[in-house]
C-alpha cells in the first residue's frame, strides 16, 4: 500500500518525531494552518478514525493520551482537537490522524 503516513510512522520517511507512544507519534504539519499544528498518527494503517474507533479503541485511546500531551506540552493550554474524516470533510490523508492545533503555542 502506498501510504504516506505508514512510510513516516515506519521511519522509511525520516521525520522528527516530537512525541512516541506504544501505538503512536506526533510530528508537525507539512502545511501547518495554526502556529501550533501537529499530526498525531496511529502506528498501524486505519483508514480514518471511524474505522480506528471500531477496529482498535485501545490504540485510539493511546492515541487521544499522546494528543492530549503534545497539547499540553507545546501550547499554553488552548488547543483544538480535530479528525477530518472522509474527502468531503477534508480528509486528504487516508491514514487516520488527529490535528492538534493551537494559536498560542509554548
Ligand atoms: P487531512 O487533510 O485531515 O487528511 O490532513 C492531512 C495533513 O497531512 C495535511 O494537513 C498535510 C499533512 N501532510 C501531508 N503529507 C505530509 C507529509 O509528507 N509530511 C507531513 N509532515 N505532513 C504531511
Not at 525520516?14 to 504539519?29: C, G, K, L, Q, R
Not at 493550554?77 to 487516508?94: C, D, I, Y
Request: charged residues 20%; glycine residues 4%.
Amino acid at each position: 500500500m502506498d501510504c504516506i503516513f505508514c512510510k513516516i510512522t515506519s521511519g522509511q520517511i525520516p521525520t522528527n518525531f516530537v512525541a512516541v507512544s506504544e501505538h503512536a507519534v506526533a510530528f508537525n504539519d507539512i502545511s501547518p494552518r495554526q502556529p501550533l499544528h501537529v499530526l498525531v498518527v496511529p502506528k498501524k494503517h486505519f483508514t480514518d478514525v471511524s474505522e480506528l474507533t471500531k477496529a482498535a479503541p485501545e490504540i485510539l485511546a493511546d492515541l487521544m493520551a499522546l494528543a492530549v500531551q503534545v497539547a499540553g506540552d507545546k501550547s499554553e493550554g488552548s488547543f483544538r482537537l480535530s479528525f477530518n474524516t472522509g474527502e468531503k470533510a477534508g480528509q486528504s490523508v487516508f491514514h487516520a490522524h488527529a490535528h492538534v492545533t493551537s494559536v498560542e503555542p509554548r
